[in-house]
């Protein structure tokens, strides 16, 4: 029968070694020494150990005040622990608005967070964005779309710049627009970049979408890499962009989470950890 090592136990091994070979006990002379082993060893069993790839993540919403976020209080509060959205007839958007982090800019990063949204609610998650100052608590940039209907949700939206760079289910290569065209509006058709060239498709849209739980919790992750972002919901990867567009790309730049015009919704978020890399 072989024995199994869980990563716990694998550490606590590794560190006994350590500690035996620390305190040069191969004489066998020094019975304190042999207790100071066993005292540390004890320690490694009764608080464990982190696993650097979890502890690497940072919580940047501390699930009971909005401290550290920008945002419009006639839209945005904290209720039952979750950053909560909401627009009412009586209280409409009259343009997109974001919560948005005071943390400054992020260039390489996993971003991890469980979202509700309502069946009527557009919103998504914005990252390597500037500031679209037009408008009070805008930003333009990218963003992992999210919809109450699941129809966009996973894809790579380009708020007020380049928009669709990825459906569901799309991996992408983004080309610039040709030298002549200075205004990204005149490169947009249907509202998708007329740069979107498909490598592969990862999978079919619709049956990823039935991946996403409607009227219920679901988790969204982000990894941004270089020119590579990835879009995973509940785990499965959703859309991959490879943005070679030198002109309009961004490598850095401010996050935070929208809610867009339309109908009265409400939007939730909750578990937002960071990884800066």
Do not use: C
Not at 245 to 250: G, I, Q, T
Not at 253 to 262: A, D, E, N, T
């Amino acid at each position: 029968m072989k024995t199994k090592f869980s990563p716990k136990k694998s550490f606590v091994i590794l560190l006994g070694a350590a500690l035996l070979v620390s305190l040069g006990l191969s004489s066998f002379r020094t019975v304190n020494r042999w207790g100071e082993a066993a005292f540390l060893l004890g320690k490694a069993f009764s608080f464990g150990y982190s696993d650097p790839k979890v502890a690497d993540f940072e919580s940047i919403f501390d699930g009971k005040s909005l401290e550290g976020w920008e945002y419009d209080p006639a839209f945005w509060t904290v209720k039952d622990g979750a950053i909560h959205g909401e627009t009412s007839a009586d209280n409409p958007l009259k343009a997109n608005t974001f919560i948005i982090w005071k943390g400054g800019e992020v260039g390489d990063f996993e971003l991890k967070m469980d979202y509700w949204i309502s069946e009527t609610g557009n919103s998504g998650v914005q990252y390597r964005s500037d500031r679209f100052t037009e408008v009070p608590y805008a930003l333009r940039g990218y963003q992992a779309d999210i919809d109450g209907g699941n129809r966009y949700t996973g894809q790579n939206y380009e708020e007020r710049k380049r928009t669709t760079l990825a459906y569901r289910g799309q991996k992408t290569r983004i080309t610039s627009q040709p030298d002549s065209i200075t205004n990204l509006r005149e490169f947009v058709e249907r509202n998708a970049w007329k740069g979107l060239n498909l490598v592969e498709d990862l999978g079919d849209r619709a049956e990823l979408g039935n991946l996403i739980k409607k009227g219920d919790w679901n988790s969204i992750h982000i990894v941004a890499q270089g020119n590579v972002l990835k879009h995973y919901v509940n785990g499965t990867l959703m859309s991959e962009v490879h943005d070679e567009d030198s002109k309009n790309r961004m490598l850095k730049g401010l996050m935070g989470m929208q809610m867009h015009v339309g109908p009265p919704m409400k939007i939730m978020f909750k578990n937002v950890q960071l990884k800066k890399m």
